[in-house]
């Protein structure tokens, strides 16, 4: 009850410029897969972590924060996600996740409409996600656009980086934006590279299938100056992907979901491509997940693969809080014979440092390494088990609001009974 | 059995063993058959178990009670015995040594479509939603459910649930009779069929419906659309078991005979409401027509008339933190299920989703945990209420499961620590006191029809 009463006239009064923080005597995690460190500081100042370990010395002047008994660790970095882009996913108005009936695809850019007036953003921030990558959907074709890394603080600039990568549909979703089959993925991606070269060397034709827009953005994927973040889920798509990239040696390709990625970790790790997958499945929910397990994560690190935890398809245009969730589900796997876990560090990584890193950000955001922006949570207890809860949050080294319609709707029916006044008078 | 299905076959076959004032010609003609109210009647039984004792554990009882390095005792498929150390052990029975762990009543979903909208999601398997026409009470869960879905495994493995009820899909007003199911492989639905458990009536309020129909021109396409046609389906209900009451001939309706059993009630409303005012219009029908409501699933806002709740007697399903997918769900708030349990009303923590239910346990703990930071201070032990005992009484089963009590089956859950935390998994599941998951034997993890033969088959998962 005493966290809602933290006053909406916070927001307003925060300093736009943040102010130097030290948080002391608390858990310090990282978040680079180091061991938490116990009764360490964390300096913040200018926006940015100045210092965080237990040796750490507080600048004069510093604001002061004791964290004792608590867990510090930096903000949650949602692998992948679609927050900001729906007010409510079943109101198709309020909903900017797919253009269905677009005639562009690979150019539309989320970074104009990704909404820090949503409630996922407050709810997410609330739970300690500071960061997400947040992608578009695919509508009809296999590009689905460009996404890019927000923050959840309460303001109105959420863009981290704009057009940080482009998504695009292999697999079961592509075969059917494609026309109905795998082969037409391939048809249809060899041609929209090659029409994107036309374009870059000026050379487009006037009955090429992409739109000049396309064209356009596909050229930084050409070049590898955004990544290619690609979904694919079965060990033979996975597999096809991999393949694009001795086809096209300059692709910074990322992979996602990759439900069936434990029977080709050797490859995918080989291959050093990055992977946000999808924590827990562990249904054949679909053809291209027949072989999942909630092990695919722990062995593909045991393989040698950079994995982060994603939530492609799993509500993530509001829930990506849940991958604390799911991380702690894979350090219980440790405790299952047969099974193949995380540790708790490498748990913690595939939520924070882990995404930075796939996403080519990882030495701005995911950790509180020195010079990494000011993305600090402050828990009651061990960020990943359910039992805990947030008590204060950093974004860029400000202090944010952690007050949400669902914290004040919790205040006015605490007591559901009628007062004196009907409750749209309780506020 | 608290509803009882001779009630049932007493009402349905009045037409014909009623009233003896029938002409003599008709009464000399040979009788027509028998309704049968259980055409499709559970074959299951128990597996085999050995008389069973596991010592030195935390338990709840699933009734609120806990014991330190408590005893349970079962044999025969029943428990026999639940209590502190001091708790006597026969001496020739298979001993457990959990210290460290807990243990607690095997956890029931109350809101499952497994097996009707199994794994793989494909289009050949969506069987859950007879969505062609509002009123479809004539269709039953059961004849849908595939018993080789691999996700009863992974409820079983991962989330620890022995029971579950199988609901027909929120597309109608009406959607159907639900089955309740011991979480078993059968080749046969019959054979995971829950002893003597009450059918239950799904019924939907709201978007669901409303959408369906309404995009389609047809009513209802409005929310007044929706109490309109559920009110002329409960008149003509009314009027059927009126006439059987009478011992009038009646030629059989399906779809009255199963809203005429909840008019008599045998047969339970397991009613998909999200919202507060929703909630509310539901209860006058249930009194206009004279029948109840035993629980609100998807209950989001449950927390705004938990007084309602509680005055009418009616369960509250609910998820820890599900919000914002529709209109109707913008209203969640992570205290849901702690509110309506503090005011004293019946609460459920439910899943509606083959990945939620090998985590409600988690959800209990996170909203457990939400309650306590606004100061609702409920155990843990009455918590695990919310999981077993009172899913049992809203599917009529609690005087068989849902609580480790001696006498009621032995459907029990070792787990490998705390299992109000993250870190925790089941290590033993028993059924009716057969051991079917055990996670140091890989020999009893099950492998489903489905699974056999393909990639990734007896992993840990």
Redesign the interface.
């Known amino acids: ?1 005493k ?2 009463l933290l006053p909406l006239l916070a927001l307003v009064s925060t300093p736009a410029f943040a102010q130097t923080i030290a948080i002391t005597g608390g858990k310090v995690v990282i978040g680079d897969g180091s061991a938490p460190i116990e009764r360490g500081t964390v300096v913040i100042a200018n926006g940015r972590v100045i210092a965080a370990g237990s040796t750490v010395a507080i600048p004069a002047g510093a604001q002061r924060i004791d964290a004792t008994g608590k867990w510090v660790t930096p903000g949650i970095v949602a692998g992948f996600s679609r927050i900001g882009l729906a007010g ?4 198709d108005e309020s909903n900017d996740t797919a253009a269905k009936s677009s005639p562009f695809s690979a150019s539309l850019d989320i970074a104009l409409a990704v909404n820090p007036d949503v ?2 953003i407050s ?1 997410n921030r609330a739970a300690g996600v500071t960061r997400a990558v947040v992608s578009p959907d695919a509508g009809n074709a296999i590009f689905a656009g460009q996404g890019a890394v927000i923050d959840t603080g309460a303001d109105h600039d959420p863009i981290t980086r704009a057009r940080a990568f482009q998504f695009v549909e292999f697999g079961q979703t592509g075969a059917s934006r494609a026309g109905g089959s795998r082969p037409a993925i391939f048809a249809t991606f060899r041609n929209a590279l090659a029409e994107a070269r036309d374009y870059q060397v000026g050379r487009l034709r006037e009955d090429s299938l992409l739109k000049r827009a396309d064209a356009a953005a596909l050229v930084p994927v050409i070049t590898g100056a955004q990544k290619l973040v690609v979904h694919a889920e079965s ?1 033979t798509d996975i597999l096809a992907v991999l393949s694009l990239k001795r086809e096209y040696p300059t692709l910074s390709l990322v992979l996602v979901g990759v439900t ?1 990625g434990w ?1 080709v970790a050797d490859r995918i790790a080989a291959a050093g491509v990055p992977v946000i997958a999808s924590a ?8 291209d ?7 695919n994560v722990g062995r593909m690190k045991a393989a040698g693969v950079t994995v982060a935890i994603g939530m492609i398809d799993d ?1 993530d ?3 990506a809080m849940h991958g604390a ?1 799911y991380a ?2 894979l ?3 440790t ?5 193949t876990g995380l540790s708790w560090n490498d748990a913690f990584a595939a939520i924070t440092s882990k995404p930075a890193l796939a996403i080519g950000m990882g030495s701005e955001i995911g950790s509180l390494q020195p010079g990494r922006r000011g993305d600090v949570v402050i828990w009651d207890g061990d960020p ?6 947030v008590e204060a949050v950093w974004i860029d080294g400000v202090r944010q609001p952690l007050d949400t ?3 004040r ?2 205040a006015r ?2 007591h ?2 009628e007062g004196n006044l009907p ?1 749209a008078y309780d506020r | 059995m608290r509803t009882s299905w001779v009630l049932i076959a007493a009402l349905l076959a009045g037409c014909t063993t009623g009233t003896g004032a029938k002409p003599a010609a008709v009464a000399d003609k040979a009788a027509p058959p028998k309704v049968n109210a259980d055409p499709y009647p559970s074959t299951y039984k128990p597996y085999p178990g050995v008389a069973t004792a596991i010592r030195n554990v935390t338990i709840y009882d699933g009734e609120g009670g806990r014991f330190e390095k408590g005893v349970v005792f079962f044999s025969g498929g029943k428990i026999v015995s639940v209590g502190g150390p001091e708790t006597p052990i026969p001496a020739d029975v298979a001993v457990f040594d959990g210290a460290g762990k807990w243990v607690t009543p095997g956890i029931i979903d109350v809101h499952s479509h497994l097996g009707d909208y199994p ?4 289009a050949a398997h969506s069987d859950g939603n007879e969505a062609t026409g509002p009123v479809r009470s004539e269709v039953w869960a059961e004849h849908s459910v595939w018993p080789q879905d ?2 009863f495994s ?1 409820a079983l493995a ?1 989330g620890g649930i022995t029971t579950l009820q199988i609901l027909p899909g929120s597309a109608n007003l009406f959607g159907g009779r639900s089955v309740v199911l011991k979480n078993v492989y059968a080749r046969t639905v019959q054979g995971m069929k829950f002893p003597g458990a009450p059918y239950g009536l799904k019924m939907a309020c709201g ?1 669901n419906p409303k959408r369906v129909y309404g995009s389609r021109g047809q009513m209802p396409s409005t929310r007044m659309g929706n109490m309109a046609v559920n009110r002329q389906t409960w008149i003509r209900a009314a009027e059927y078991k009126r006439k059987i009451d009478k011992g009038e001939t009646v030629t059989r309706d399906l779809q009255l005979e199963t809203l005429a059993g909840v008019l008599s009630g045998d047969i339970l409303v397991q009613n998909h409401c999200y919202r507060a005012d929703e909630m509310a219009q539901v209860i006058d029908m249930a009194k206009e027509f004279g029948y109840k409501i035993t629980a609100f699933h998807h209950a989001v806002e449950a ?5 309602l709740l509680k005055e009418n007697g009616i369960c509250a399903a609910m998820w820890a ?7 109707e769900s ?6 849901n299920i702690p ?1 309506v349990a503090q ?1 004293g009303a019946c609460a459920i923590v439910h899943s509606d989703d ?2 939620g239910i ?2 409600l346990y ?1 959800e209990a ?2 909203a ?3 309650g306590r ?3 609702i201070n409920i155990s843990d032990e009455v918590a695990w209420e919310w999981l077993s005992f009172n899913p049992a009484k809203a599917l009529g089963i609690a005087d068989k499961t849902g609580s480790l009590k001696p006498g009621k089956m032995a459907d029990v859950v070792l787990w ?2 705390n299992p ?6 089941p290590e033993k599941v028993w059924i009716d006191g057969a051991l079917l998951y055990d ?2 034997d ?1 020999k009893l993890r099950p492998v489903s029809d ?2 056999l033969g ?3 088959e007896g ?3």
Do not use: C, H
Not at chain 2, 303 to 307: F, G, L, P, V
């Open positions: 009850m966290r809602l409510v996913d079943g109101v409630e996922a709810v060990a069936e029977r827990v499945n562990d249904l054949p929910a679909a053809f997940q027949i072989a999942a397990t909630q092990s509500d245009t509001r829930q969730q702690g589900n350090v219980a796997l405790r299952v014979p047969g099974a990943l088990e359910v039992t805990s809860g319609r669902q914290t709707l919790r029916y605490a559901p009974q409750k | 794994s793989p999601a494909v691999p996700g992974r991962n978007e927390y705004k008339i938990a007084d933190d599900w919000w914002g997918f529709k209109m913008y209203d969640a708030i992570n205290e509110l005011a083959p990945n090998q985590r988690q703990a996170k457990l945990a939400d930071r606004m100061g490998n620590g109000l935390s993250v870190y925790t998994r996670a140091n890989p489905f699974e393909q990639p990734g992993d840990t998962k």
